[in-house]
């Protein structure tokens, strides 16, 4: 499988992190449709690397099939936190599963596409697809349901 590697130094207005990481993104779907070696693909994993700019995708064999080096990233590195990462990766995440680009692979499900850390653990699951079923998963749903959770919990031990 071929790595494709971009590297984006301009600044221009129409080009802004979203779409450079959307168009790399579909690179990577694309690449993986047509040369995955695998069995079934059951995951994609995101990482970024902070301090160089580096967003790598990567198949569940931990094989780097796209990259792009994100230099407005490395210029913000002390601003830089991993919910705004997160934040970014699901809005195109999203984006990509609106356009049915996932559709294209020879999934395995349950198939994630998860942002992780340079050890393949996963910090955060941005999609889940499952059994014909699209499962989002929202930490504003997780929160609430923890909230509501807790309340019960409460409620119940006073009792």
Request: hydrophobic share 40%; charged share 35%.
């Amino acid at each position: 499988m071929a790595l494709i590697s971009i590297i984006y130094m301009g600044t221009g207005a129409n080009r802004d992190t979203s779409t450079l990481i959307k168009d790399t993104f579909k690179q990577a779907i694309d690449s993986l449709a047509k040369d995955y070696k695998g069995s079934s693909l059951t995951d994609i994993f995101i990482t970024v690397d902070k301090e160089s700019g580096e967003v790598a995708f990567y198949d569940d064999e931990e094989n780097k099939i796209a990259e792009i080096v994100i230099f407005n990233w490395v210029d913000k590195v002390d601003e830089l936190t991993d919910e705004t990462i997160v934040s970014v990766l699901r809005k195109v995440t999203e984006r990509l599963d609106e356009e049915n680009m996932f559709d294209s692979l020879d999934l395995f499900k349950p198939f994630s596409v998860n942002y992780a850390d340079e050890n393949f653990v996963v910090m955060e699951e941005l999609l889940l697809i499952s059994e014909d079923d699209v499962v989002k998963i929202d930490n504003d749903l997780m929160e609430k349901f923890d909230r509501e959770f807790d309340e019960f919990l409460d409620k119940l031990l006073k009792e």
